[in-house]
């Protein structure tokens, strides 16, 4: 910890601009994305006999066709959209988080992870929800799900305006708690390969952990919204199991076999 504080008070104490740390947290999100989008890209390719017990629908394999135009889609908007969301989120952010060249003690993740779970899951629920109205669904929306069978790099496959609720979404926790920018970039890095691994399509547990007993994973809950359209809108399933939207998932896995 004391190799890390020293550390951040190198970069906080003059070294980098707010904007260049601001910056760097960006590219942290790609290297993440990326990292663990093209991992699992890879197990899609190679499909080793080992992991097809993990994968949610067995018999269904990536194509090229679909993955070009999903890579397509995501770069693009990673050198227009998101780049265009940072800099108008920037002052506020400036403002909200603390850029103190103290790092906070560990002890405050025991509540700042559960917090940041629990806004993104609001957040989250509620807009998805309304990208599920018709004329959203219709414009909006539909792009995302033109993969019927989720994989990981598709976790960010939308219409631009779904980029700028994403890019949103990723930083409203930390500016509604004011919570200090290196927590912000390491929440943004966790949550980043969660959605990648919630598209992956493997249901790893108990090998990878992936759920909040007693709901069900988060993999198999985002795959059975990608088969049934108007189920499972949330993340965690707090908000689903609450709403009862998630209606009839215990039977979908039961039927897939996990």
């Not at 908007?77 to 103290?102: D, G, K, V």
């Not at 108007?230 to 399933?237: T, V």
């Not at 209606?247 to 076999?257: C, I, K, P, Q, Y």
């Amino acid at each position: 910890m004391a190799l890390i504080q020293n550390a951040w008070a190198v970069v906080a104490g003059g070294s980098l601009s707010h904007f260049q740390i601001f910056g760097f947290i960006y590219c942290s999100f790609l290297v993440t994305y990326w990292g663990s989008g093209l991992t699992l890209l890879a197990i899609d390719w190679l499909r080793p006999t080992w992991v097809l017990g993990f994968k949610c629908q067995r018999q269904q394999k990536l194509d090229s066709v679909t993955l070009a135009k999903v890579v397509r889609n995501i770069v693009i908007n990673q050198l227009t959209t998101y780049p265009m969301c940072n800099l108008l989120l920037f002052p506020i952010a400036e403002r909200r988080l603390s850029w103190s060249a103290e790092l906070p003690p560990l002890s405050q993740l025991l509540w700042l992870i559960p917090a940041n779970a629990l806004i993104t899951e609001v957040l989250f629920y509620c807009s998805h929800r309304t990208l599920h109205t018709p004329w959203l669904y219709r414009h909006v929306h539909k792009i995302h799900h033109e993969v019927k069978a989720p994989f990981g790099l598709c976790a960010l496959y939308f219409h631009p305006l779904e980029h700028v609720q994403a890019s949103v979404i990723g930083i409203a926790p930390a500016l509604i708690l004011g919570s200090h920018v290196a927590f912000y970039m390491l929440w943004l890095c966790v949550a980043t390969y969660s959605v990648v691994l919630h598209h992956s399509g493997y249901d790893f547990e108990p090998y990878l952990p992936d759920s909040l007993r007693p709901f069900q994973s988060m993999t198999q809950q985002h795959d059975y919204h990608h088969a049934a359209f108007n189920k499972c809108y949330g993340i965690i399933g707090v908000l689903d199991w609450l709403l009862g939207t998630d209606a009839g998932l215990e039977s979908h896995v039961l039927r897939r076999g996990k």
